[in-house]
């Protein structure tokens, strides 16, 4: 069978050249993951698609929709977009303190109609765009003076700021991490590296004493001493800690989780799902998840490298990772390797806004694999 030329080189391609462009081994592993998600959600209601199950299908068959959608929109006209996305998404999360609803303990919801939107999660996406957007226009040196770089840390400040209140500090810290390697990825100087680090260090002291909320010092206290009160403040991570070594080799099988099913495990749907997946699957069934996690971020960094446009290497990268970011922080913080921050396993865990941004974000990164051929002038920002 005869190769078929590669279409991504032609400057405008057809629907049919998009979806032959299409990596379908990645979907295919997006896919594979998002079900053993949902199997899991099925098993920790006790072998129910109520409550959580059937409606993360219904998530998931949405956010697989929308993946196909972005990915056969042009990353010029996502560049184009850039900009009012972030602008919609900070509006919204301006709105979430004027018009947003609570949930254990948090604002961090507003309603749309019968759509209930956590626009944090948004942001980490739209950051993304606008900061590839803006970077791509400067050049190493540029990225390094002082007017662009406090107009990049303020792009991600501004937004970081208004989800802390929230509170939601782990989301704070996902944004501030995404925003920053991109700062690094497009060639910021070590000479403002090093010193910025120091000042966050020194700063430690000011955010515990005037930034952090009384829950959010407990589980600091928590991760550092959890057997100090295992049956109180220590449950959550004491309980995540026994179903993961339950789960010995092997695991117990899946249904056979017993720190979910029982009720031991809190938020076994959401933050604490990798534990159930730990307890049903064993040690070979997490290492089998984590190979299958780095084959997506593989891809996703093959697609950035692989671009010949900055805004779209750069787009690729901060997708890509943003998606590391919420594996390493919810993998970390349910081995209590980090305190409790609230971050979902992507893919996993329960979360119709979760599902559909990171889905958004896999649709953006195929832009940039399909939209690899597409030279975007530097210093013509690319608007169209």
């Given at each position: 069978?005869?190769?078929?030329?590669?279409?991504?080189?032609?400057?405008?391609?057809?629907?049919?050249?998009?979806?032959?462009?299409?990596?379908?081994g990645l979907v295919l592993l997006i896919v594979l993951i998002s079900t053993a998600g949902i199997a899991m959600l099925y098993s920790v209601a006790g072998g129910q698609l109520h409550p959580w199950a059937g409606k993360q299908i219904a998530h998931f068959a949405l956010g697989l929709f929308v993946l196909v959608a972005a990915s056969m929109i042009d990353i010029r006209v996502w560049m184009s977009l850039a900009y009012p996305a972030y602008g919609v998404a900070l509006l919204l999360l301006v709105a979430v303190d004027v018009a947003g609803h609570s949930g254990l303990g948090a604002q961090r919801w507003?309603?749309?109609?019968?759509?209930?939107?956590?626009?944090?999660?948004?942001?980490?996406?739209?950051?993304?765009?606008?900061?590839?957007?803006?970077?791509?226009?400067?050049?190493?040196?540029?990225?390094?003076?002082?007017?662009?770089?406090?107009?990049?840390?303020?792009?991600?400040?501004?937004?970081?700021?208004?989800?802390?209140?929230?509170p939601n500090l782990g989301t704070t810290l996902?944004?501030?991490?995404?925003?920053?390697?991109?700062?690094?990825?497009?060639?910021?100087?070590?000479?403002?590296?090093?010193?910025?680090?120091?000042?966050?260090?020194?700063?430690?002291?000011?955010?515990?004493?005037?930034?952090?909320?009384?829950?959010?010092?407990?589980r600091v206290e928590t991760f550092l001493d959890p057997a100090s009160d295992a049956l109180g403040k220590g449950w959550n991570i004491t309980q995540a800690k026994i179903a993961i070594g339950s789960g010995g080799i092997a695991g117990k099988g899946f249904l056979n989780g017993t720190q979910s099913?029982?009720?031991?495990?809190?938020?076994?749907?959401?933050?604490f799902i990798w534990t159930s997946f730990c307890e049903e699957f064993g040690f070979v069934g997490a290492m089998a998840m984590l190979i299958l996690f780095g084959v997506v971020i593989f891809y996703g960094v093959q697609t950035a490298t692989s671009a010949r446009s900055q805004f779209g290497r750069l787009l690729a990268m901060g997708i890509t990772l943003n998606f590391f970011f919420y594996i390493m922080v919810n993998g970390l913080m349910v081995m209590g390797l980090i305190p409790v921050v609230g971050i979902p396993m992507p893919l996993l865990s329960y979360g119709g806004s979760a599902m559909l941004t990171v889905m958004f974000g896999f649709g953006l990164l195929m832009s940039v694999h399909i939209h690899r051929q597409v030279e975007i002038p530097r210093h013509s920002g690319g608007i169209i």
């Open positions: 069978m005869a190769l078929r030329p590669y279409a991504a080189a032609k400057r405008t391609l057809s629907v049919a050249d998009k979806l032959f462009e299409v990596n379908w507003i309603s749309l109609g019968p759509l209930d939107l956590q626009p944090s999660e948004l942001m980490k996406i739209a950051l993304v765009l606008a900061l590839a957007r803006f970077l791509h226009g400067k050049s190493t040196e540029d990225i390094s003076k002082p007017l662009p770089l406090a107009i990049g840390l303020a792009m991600i400040g501004i937004p970081a700021i208004f989800v802390v209140l929230q996902i944004i501030v991490m995404d925003g920053c390697s991109l700062l690094f990825l497009a060639g910021l100087s070590w000479w403002w590296i090093g010193p910025t680090l120091a000042a966050a260090a020194a700063a430690v002291p000011l955010a515990w004493r005037f930034v952090l909320h009384d829950y959010q010092k407990a099913r029982l009720n031991f495990l809190p938020e076994s749907q959401t933050d």
